[in-house]
């Protein structure tokens, strides 16, 4: 029995050394052999730059391991834009390129179906909460109507938690005030603020900064939680407001614009003001500070 068994293990020893000699191997050196042209970078690009065909260049690579979605012909990559810094030697792969330009603000290349991004002027110092306005803040906007004698202030329903993209100076230069000017270096101060808006939103913001000052107030940065919440909320109210995302006529639209810019801002704990046409679109929600 025992000499059965030895003659058996040896027999499935002898076949599977064959299956290795000749099947295994032979595969897996034909995969690392095999060869195939790819596109390869032949200049250095930066970011958002054209690519051109003197850019390129086809070379013959071996194929193992060789992603699926590189590019392998030319025509396919020519034309694109840089979506990274490229160099020399760089494969190209579909999250290397974009097919349409790119901007230098990334917070503009990834704006959601249905949003615009529309910036406001600040007129002053205060209006632009001193200068203090970072990219991913969340915000509040203040209407001051000096031709409105009763209420020359206006807390808008639409406009109370947006989104800062990017903070401008006069020359539409991006202002980062996370870092300090050097000693040599002249402060840049805020003359635009970029946000992102619904339609309406944007339609909004138009026509207050044409009928006076728009004031800024910080309600929530570096907290993504709350960001989000808030954003949501405010979603919540235009839902109220204007439907469910239903187009609007213009007739319509003038008409909610109208109504909503009649509101007054609410004192904590007071009651809502008897021109309101709807106590559930003026009534503040509770926040939590947004500086922790």
């Known amino acids: 029995?025992?000499?059965?068994?030895r003659f058996i293990y040896g027999i499935l020893s002898i076949v599977l050394a064959a299956v290795i000699a000749f099947i295994a191997i032979p595969a897996v050196t034909s995969r690392t052999s095999s060869t195939c042209e790819i596109v390869r970078?032949?200049?250095?690009?930066?970011?958002?730059?054209?690519?051109?065909?003197?850019?390129?260049?086809l070379v013959e690579v071996g194929g193992f391991?060789?992603?699926?979605?590189?590019?392998?012909?030319?025509?396919?990559?020519?034309?694109?834009?840089?979506?990274?810094?490229?160099?020399?030697?760089?494969?190209?792969?579909?999250?290397?390129?974009?097919?349409?330009?790119?901007?230098?603000d990334l917070s503009l290349n990834e704006i959601p179906d249905g949003m615009v991004a529309i910036s406001i002027t600040t007129q002053t110092l205060a209006t632009a909460l001193s200068d203090k306005l970072q990219s991913g803040d969340i915000i509040r906007l203040y209407h001051y109507d000096d031709n409105n004698v009763l209420e020359p202030v206006s807390d808008i329903p639409e406009l109370r938690f947006l989104k800062v993209l990017s903070v401008?100076?006069?020359?539409?230069?991006?202002?980062?005030?996370?870092?300090?000017?050097e000693e040599d270096?002249?402060?840049?101060?805020?003359?635009?603020?970029?946000?992102?808006a619904t339609p309406e939103q944007a339609m909004l913001l138009t026509r207050y900064e044409?009928?006076?000052v728009l004031h800024v107030a910080l309600i929530s940065r570096g907290n993504?939680?709350?960001?989000?919440?808030?954003?949501?909320?405010?979603?919540?109210?235009?839902t109220s407001l204007y439907g469910d995302g239903l187009e609007l006529s213009d007739e319509e639209l003038e008409s909610s614009m109208n109504t909503s810019g009649q509101s007054e801002p609410e004192a904590e704990g007071g009651e809502n003001s008897s021109t309101k046409p709807d106590d559930s679109h003026d009534?503040?929600?509770?926040?939590t500070s947004g500086e922790e």
Not at 169 to 179: F, I
Request: charged letters at 30%; hydrophobic letters at 30%.
């Open 283 to 287: 009534k503040e929600p509770e926040e």
């Open 1 to 5: 029995m025992k000499m059965n068994n």
């Open 185 to 196: 270096e002249e402060k840049q101060q805020t003359a635009t603020i970029t946000v992102l």
């Open 224 to 238: 993504e939680k709350l960001a989000k919440e808030l954003l949501e909320r405010q979603a919540e109210i235009l």
């Open 168 to 181: 401008s100076d006069s020359k539409g230069l991006d202002v980062d005030y996370t870092t300090p000017p």
């Open 210 to 212: 044409n009928e006076g």
């Open 41 to 57: 970078m032949k200049t250095a690009v930066t970011r958002g730059t054209l690519i051109t065909t003197e850019d390129l260049e």
């Open 65 to 104: 391991n060789l992603p699926d979605s590189v590019a392998r012909r030319i025509e396919d990559v020519a034309g694109t834009y840089a979506a990274a810094d490229l160099y020399p030697g760089d494969y190209l792969l579909p999250e290397k390129v974009s097919s349409v330009p790119l901007s230098s």
